[in-house]
């Protein structure tokens, strides 16, 4: 069988890599082999072995009657989703790497691929190399999930852990991060925590069976994270890690991303350095963790081939997956409940007037007070602290 490749950076090269390393592993699994015939990039490669597949012209990966299984890892929405939605109306199958095209344009792809008989896959778009996505769809279709909470982002995930043992700064730790490459040059999809929002969305779709839209979906990062917040995580023993949260309230769901303060005994404490880990509950399973490698080329490329592998067992056949283009009304996250670790210059005396009873925290830093709320709404909250003078920072308890 025939492949195409659209996008030869980090991730597709994975892909051409696995292709040709795992060439009979594949084979065996895919029933025949499978053989990348066109890359399409911008660039040349001249020199690499990859240039004589070289096109420049999505259309001439569509016109190719022999590809029947297409590789989509550019990134961003346009011009993703045209060269996708052309592969698919062609009668292509197509995996994508891309969490930025599943999360906007899911569901549409999803159907037009139903409609044409053929399949899209996203294995990659969530959590890396780590199975994810086909759990949620097959495996665990008999409950009701009803929690997932998930470290979803592999460069914050460093950067709050090296903050966390190294007592750095969070501008020296991202500096770090760019070094090693984990962070882009510009890093305000990771560090804002858009990427981590994009794949919350994704897993809360799949879990509804309807559009979660990413907009509808609170969302902080930790680029306001500092060397002081960690001191009082420490004296607590939490660990503050950015967390992409889902959970099921009624006939709906609530989500957010942000920055949490976890136990030690939480299941993602221990989730360290550019790993990542989705914590799933379900109404029958109960409690489920998926661990792994959550970026990266290969592992990424790793879960593009289990797709590449999937479509090729069913070339002939569209497996249906419940995701509709009807969107969901996530519950109001002013209504979400958490206990809240607030710093402020104000004294404890006015703490006490407007928080009454808290929990004071010290971490021997000299003109100001930290403190934990009772458990209440985020209204709550909200309402509250606009009645203290100087909040430093607010960060939520998980
Ligand atoms: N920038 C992402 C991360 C890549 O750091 O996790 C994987 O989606």
Known sequence: MKV??????????????????????????????LEVKKVLD?????????????VHDYMDIVND??????????????????FVKAMLEAGKHVTTSNKALVADKGAELIRIAREH??????????????????????????DVIEEITGIVNGTTNYMMTKMTTDGSEYEDVLKEAQALGYAEKDPTADVEGYDACRKIAILTSL??????????????????????????????????????????????????????????????YNVNDVFNAIFVHGNM??????????????????????????????????????????????????????????????????????????????????GEVGFVTCEMTQKAYDDKSKELSDVVQMIRFA
């Open 4 to 33: 195409a490749v659209m996008g030869y950076g980090t991730i597709g090269s994975g892909v051409v890599e696995i292709l040709n390393v795992n060439k009979d592993v594949v084979a065996k699994r895919a029933g025949e082999p």
């Open 42 to 54: 911008l660039r040349d490669f001249s020199g690499d072995p990859v240039e004589k597949l070289i």
């Open 65 to 82: 009657d022999e590809i029947s299984l297409v590789v989509e890892a550019m990134g961003g929405v346009e011009p993703a989703y045209t």
């Open 117 to 142: 008989g053929v399949n899209f896959m996203f294995e990659a778009s969530v959590g890396g190399g780590i199975p994810i996505i086909r759990p949620l769809l097959s495996c665990l279709t008999g």
């Open 207 to 268: 879990v509804c069976g309807q559009q979660v839209d990413y907009n509808d979906i609170p969302t902080e990062g930790i680029s306001h994270i500092t060397a002081t917040d960690i001191k009082y995580a420490n004296k607590m023993g939490r660990a503050i890690k950015l967390l992409a949260r889902s959970e099921k309230v009624g006939e709906t769901y609530s989500a957010r991303v942000a920055p949490y303060l976890l136990p030690k005994d939480h299941p993602l």
């Open 285 to 366: 399973l109960g409690d489920g963790m998926f661990y792994g490698s959550g970026a990266g080329k290969l592992p990424t490329a790793s879960a593009v081939v289990g797709d590449l592998v999937a479509m090729a067992k069913h070339v002939d056949k569209n497996i249906f997956l419940e995701w509709k283009e009807e969107k969901l009304e996530l519950a109001n996250p002013s209504q979400q409940n958490f206990k809240f670790f607030v710093r402020t210059k104000a004294s404890a005396q006015e703490v006490e007037k407007v928080f009454h009873k808290v929990e004071f925290v010290d971490a021997g830093v000299s």
